[in-house]
């Protein structure tokens, strides 16, 4: 016995989504480190896509549906619209470190700075979608997933990225501080 049709055609489908989710992830990583040149920041700007999609998938479940092609999409249009989120404020801090400015200095201007820029994007996606995660018409079955995810997760992430991962990267750079000066003690003595 052979499945065809539609059932055929979803296997397929997660089959190419196995594939395509880490080459996607792997290529995310691999650009974060172009633009940072620091694995660690790189690690926490990536670390908001699993933020991420625990906001999805609660979604999901708090609404009732299922992981399907169509949300499996979402998720990955989501993990784009997260690491921007989380680019725009690494490099803001980064920039105002590199002006001089002092890490707990650096980290509160650079979150206060761009928290309006983010929640903008952030809020004029989500009121973008909200109306097709409500959707109950004919091909809502396929947009429903997918802006469902986006929405709620985007929600999720940008509170992340906004109040979370600024706190990460201080205490991140943080302890990055105090061993290059514990190692020029130990270089001194």
């Known amino acids: 016995m052979k499945w065809g049709g539609a059932f055929e055609n979803q296997n397929r489908a997660y089959t190419r989504l196995y594939v395509i989710l880490p080459l996607t992830l792997l290529c995310m990583f691999i650009l974060l480190y172009a633009t940072f ?16 999609l625990f906001g999805g998938m609660l979604a999901l479940n708090v609404r009732g549906m299922t992981l399907n092609v169509s949300s499996a999409v979402g998720f990955i249009a989501m993990f784009g619209l997260s690491i921007q989120n989380g680019i725009i404020m690494v490099s803001q801090i980064n920039s105002l470190r590199k002006g001089g400015m002092e890490l707990k200095k650096s980290v509160i201007e650079g979150a206060r700075q ?16 909200f109306p097709a995660s409500l959707a109950t018409g004919i091909g809502s079955d396929v947009q429903r997933p997918l802006a ?4 709620y997760g985007l929600m999720f992430s940008t509170l992340i990225s906004m109040f979370v991962l600024p706190v990460f990267y201080y205490l991140i750079e943080k302890n990055v501080l105090n061993k290059k ?9």
């Open 37 to 52: 040149a620091k694995y660690r920041q790189a690690g926490l700007v990536l670390s908001i896509v699993q933020l991420a």
């Open 114 to 129: 761009r928290f309006r820029p983010i929640l903008m994007t952030s809020v004029t996606t989500v009121l973008g979608l």
């Open 148 to 151: 469902t995810v986006i929405v």
């Open 181 to 189: 000066k514990d190692d020029e003690k130990e270089y001194t003595l």
